[in-house]
């Protein structure tokens, strides 16, 4: 009877908010469309630098198997090319970001604006993938050690601090100060600044993988921090999904300069495999991420085409989930393919 309320609850929700936003509402949808819009702009003017700058991009390949003879070439709207590899279906950026131009990319305007917190207010805390770590993490003592790559300004810190001696390392200069400021040890930098060997019990890349022109380098240096029988944990985007199936070049995770590989769950299994791991957990989770506003808008508008329309047309959105909701959900499943969902969560444990 309570889920009943509580659906009938959210159908009137959206009803009401396909008619009327609130304050709040209008206002967070307004700064999200603020910091994608100035995301995109900044890297369109990277990209267009290029033409006179051919050293900022570099030819890629498969992260995972080396091919160099990818098939499905497509370009997203802001000029960075992909290509899908025959072999094992891992999506990539080709030509790829050089070193010094992620630097830029990562430390633009946008990025501050993103990860901005209320005064006192700790965000990216991640308790769903901790509890799920615990569960499948076999206990290593009374305080083990954990490393967390691309940590951000220490929010899973934060969590995995009631079990774990914490440390992290970050890439952005401003978010690896905000972790300092929490009292964590964060390096400013890549894994790979990281000193000594076998430090770590547990090493966590959450929504990090993805982001990383060589996985492969980033694997190896994982083995070298970890202890031996150590585990790291990776949570990334699905490019076997359904709804990456569906959406292809339009999907959101392709549309800016930020996601360079992108891994089925075969393919992130043999890259850990190939550098001495072996799997331990694996989960799809996060749904199919599509909703009847994205059908509308690739159907009826593709060269204006933005997925995830809450960011940018909320009452178009609100009242799709309210037609979603009044047909039980049957028109999404007409609609759309049935598969996996869009995210991927996997622990390995080292063996050699």
């Known amino acids: 009877m309570k889920k009943v309320l509580s659906d009938a609850r959210q159908t009137l929700r959206h009803l009401w908010y396909s008619v009327a936003l609130d304050k709040p509402r209008q206002e967070k949808m307004l700064r999200q469309r603020h910091i994608h819009t100035t995301r995109h702009e900044y890297a369109s003017e990277i990209r267009a630098l290029a033409k006179d700058e051919p050293q900022m991009f570099c030819a890629n390949r498969c992260p995972v198997c080396g091919c160099d003879e990818p098939e499905n070439r497509f370009e997203n709207r802001i000029g960075y090319g992909y290509a899908t590899c025959p072999n094992d279906g891992t999506v990539y950026m080709d030509p790829v970001p050089s070193e010094d131009t992620l630097q830029r990319l990562y430390n633009g305007p946008a990025e501050e604006q993103s990860l901005i917190a209320p ?194 047309n909320a009452r178009l959105f609100h009242f799709c989930q309210f037609v979603d909701d009044m047909t039980l959900g049957l028109l999404a499943r007409l609609v759309f393919p049935s598969g996996s969902e869009s995210y991927q969560k996997a622990l390995y444990r080292k063996v050699a």
């Open 119 to 312: 005064a006192g207010k700790v965000i990216g805390t991640k308790e769903a993938e901790y509890d799920w770590i615990r569960k499948h993490l076999p206990c290593r003592g009374e305080r083990p050690t954990i490393l967390d790559v691309g940590c951000s300004m220490g929010g899973f810190l934060q969590t995995a601090s009631r079990d774990f001696d914490p440390h992290g390392v970050d890439l952005n200069a401003s978010m690896a100060a905000r972790a300092r400021e929490l009292g964590f040890d964060v390096i400013t930098g890549r894994i790979q600044d990281v000193p000594g060997e076998g430090r770590f019990d547990l090493i966590t890349m959450i929504q990090f993988l993805e982001h990383i022109v060589e996985p492969s380098q980033l694997i190896a240096e994982t083995h070298r921090l970890l202890k031996p029988g150590g585990h790291v944990y990776i949570s990334t985007p699905n490019i076997g999904s359904a709804c990456y199936e569906f959406l292809g070049k339009h999907h959101s995770g392709l549309k800016s300069f930020k996601h360079v590989s992108n891994f089925t769950k075969g393919s992130l299994t043999a890259l850990l495999e190939n550098a001495g791991f072996e799997l331990v957990a694996h989960d799809f989770y996060g749904g199919r991420d599509l909703r009847l506003s994205d059908y509308l808008g690739l159907t009826f508008a593709e060269d204006r085409f933005i997925h995830r329309a809450s960011l940018y």
